[in-house]
Structure formats: structure tokens, C-alpha cells
């Protein structure tokens, strides 16, 4: 990206509340998102995952609670794409204009000049399909646009809701390296996300929210339980014995592994070794996501069907007040690019 890029800034998230009539959409939520962090958002469908990104873009009206970035709220920040990159829907562009004409629109309304444009294009890989029609794309093209879109300011904030739907298993592998680029040049990233191995192999955070509230948050290495090391071999009791005159500690792991206190895999290959015993497995141990999200959201989460607006409103409650038209760089209105 730019040789300028501002680091990224904090969002941070306080007793944040929402109420559609006597349904709470989400509650007491608090939570922070840290620069230079890929910080994945889930939850099952209702949890009020898009609910809570609406309001963090000041698109939905809080009951209580704030959402700030980078201390303030979105509407008060002057020139918000320059912080603010969103991306909430892979559908809101208007069908017959082409891709490079959508951000060709938004580029003038505020300010950035067109050569911008054609190095996003290039930059997300759209560039043969630029001059097509946006109702032509596939999902992944779609996809694609949004995010070109979402980074036309050069933002430090990125909030990306369900980027990986559409993208093909390249697309996918492109676009996790991608988002850990910007990480490393200090961005905030923030993606909410269904797929669950995808997250594991890409975030560095995780924030699981369940019911509209907050069940479990923390680094990848914290959910794993701490760090500790693998190994398989044919005698694991004599294999711990071998470790503690070592000074490490283990425990019994899943299917006859043994899982050592210790990161240091030499280690444990140099007692296995000097016990002579065979090793047929030896690696890092990691969280299980998708074991750990089940855990905590299987069986208790509010069936609400599928997708944003069912998360967002209940069929028995008011809709809340459509976002006014502006030019608030891409978050609302028309040509409010992304959302």
C-alpha cells in the first residue's frame, strides 16, 4: 500500500446495547479490537454479529453502550474513508454501472484521485472485469469490488463483514494473505466470518459472541490453552517420564498423544530421542476452533433463520430507522459504496 500508511486505530466497544422493542439484538457488549491485529468477529446466525457492526459505523442507532474508533464516533470523524474502510454486503452497487465507474464515483465524491482506482482494480485482481456491468459479477467478483471499495481511502480501519463468501479456494488463499499485508503495516482488521477453519488459519484474535453477547474473546494462543507441544509415540507414559527429567511437564492428549508444556519442539524430539523411542507426530498445538465455537454456541443460540437482517431485526419488532443518504464515504446511500 501507500509508503505513507498511518498506523492502524483502536476500535473499542463499551456496554454496547441494542433493543428492537422488547428483543435485545445485543447485550452489554464490550470488547476491543487492537492495530497491527487481524481480529476475527463470530458467532451463529442471530448473534447479533451484523447488528453490531451497523452500529459501529453508525448505520444503527445504539439502546445504550458506545462504539468508538480511534476515540471517536464514526460520524464525527472528518474524512472517514481515510480511516474507515467497511465492507457489509457484496450486493449494494448499482447493476448497470461497471465496476471502475462504482469507484470511479466514490473516489470523486471524496476527494481521491482516479489513479487510485485502476491500483485497486489491479490490486484485488478485477481489472479484466472493471468495464463490466457490477450486476454481472459473480459473488466473488462482488466480493472483490466491496473490498476495493472499502480501501480506496488507504483506511486504517478495516471492517469486513464475510469477505470469504463467493471466493473460490484461490481467491480464499489470496485473500487471507492479503489481509495479513495490511496487518503488517499496522492496520486494524476486523472480519466477521462463518468459515470457520479459514478464520483459524488467518486471525490472530478471536471474539465469539452468542445470544448478543460476549462468551469468549482472546488470542489464538490463549485458546489453545496455552502454549504446549504434540507429539505421538509407541510408549507415551514412558515418553512423560522421559519429559519431567526434563523439567516438563504433560498430560494425556486426544488419540494416545501426549501434550508437553513446552514450545520447544527440539526438545522434545532430543528426550524422545535419548529415550529411544520413536516419534510419529511432533507439532505445535493449536486451537481448535471450530470445537471450542461449537462448545460455547451449540444448543443456546436464538434461531432466527439466516443471514443480516434476520440477525439484525426480529420479524416482531420495529425495523430500525433507514441510514439518510450521504456522501459519508461509503456507508450509506447509493453511492455509499459498501454497505
Do not use: C
Amino acid at each position: 500500500m501507500s509508503a505513507t500508511t498511518e498506523p492502524g486505530a483502536r476500535i473499542e466497544l463499551r456496554n454496547l446495547t441494542k433493543r428492537f422493542g422488547s428483543f435485545v439484538a445485543v447485550d452489554d457488549l464490550t470488547f476491543d479490537v487492537d492495530p497491527g491485529r487481524i481480529t476475527g468477529f463470530l458467532g451463529p446466525n442471530g448473534a447479533g454479529k451484523t447488528t453490531t457492526l451497523r452500529m459501529l459505523l453508525d448505520l444503527v442507532r445504539p439502546t445504550s453502550g458506545t462504539a468508538l474508533i480511534d476515540g471517536a464516533h464514526y460520524t464525527s470523524i472528518s474524512r472517514p474513508l481515510t480511516v474507515v474502510g467497511a465492507a457489509l454486503e457484496a450486493t449494494n452497487f448499482h447493476p448497470g454501472r461497471s465496476g471502475r465507474d462504482h469507484l470511479r464515483v466514490l473516489a470523486a465524491t471524496n476527494g481521491i484521485p482516479t489513479t487510485r482506482v485502476d491500483e485497486l482494480l489491479e490490486l484485488t485482481g478485477i481489472p479484466a472485469a472493471a468495464r463490466k456491468r457490477a450486476g454481472e459479477y459473480s459473488m466473488g467478483m462482488r466480493q472483490r469490488l466491496g473490498l476495493a471499495a472499502a480501501l480506496l481511502g488507504d483506511p486504517r480501519v478495516l471492517i469486513l463483514d464475510e469477505p470469504s463468501n463467493g471466493l473460490d479456494p484461490e481467491g480464499i488463499r489470496w485473500l487471507r494473505g492479503f489481509l495479513r499485508h495490511l496487518s503488517g503495516e499496522g492496520k486494524t482488521i476486523l472480519v466477521s466470518s462463518h468459515l470457520l477453519q479459514e478464520v483459524q488459519q488467518t486471525v490472530d484474535e478471536v471474539v465469539i459472541i452468542n445470544n448478543g453477547r460476549l462468551v469468549k474473546s482472546g488470542s489464538m494462543a490463549e485458546l489453545s490453552g496455552g502454549a504446549a507441544t504434540v507429539v505421538r509415540t509407541s510408549d507415551p507414559d514412558r515418553l512423560a517420564g522421559a519429559l519431567l527429567l526434563a523439567d516438563v511437564t504433560s498430560e494425556p492428549g486426544p488419540d494416545g498423544a501426549l501434550v508437553a508444556a513446552t514450545t520447544d519442539l527440539r526438545l522434545v524430539g532430543d528426550v524422545a530421542l535419548r529415550a529411544g523411542l520413536p516419534v510419529w507426530e511432533l507439532k505445535a498445538k493449536q486451537a481448535d476452533l471450530e470445537e471450542l465455537f461449537f462448545s460455547l454456541t451449540e444448543g443456546t443460540n436464538r434461531n432466527l433463520g439466516d443471514g443480516p437482517a434476520a440477525e439484525a431485526v426480529p420479524t416482531d419488532a420495529p425495523a430500525p430507522p433507514a441510514a439518510a443518504p450521504t456522501e459519508r464515504d461509503a456507508v450509506s446511500g447509493e453511492e455509499g459504496a459498501n454497505l
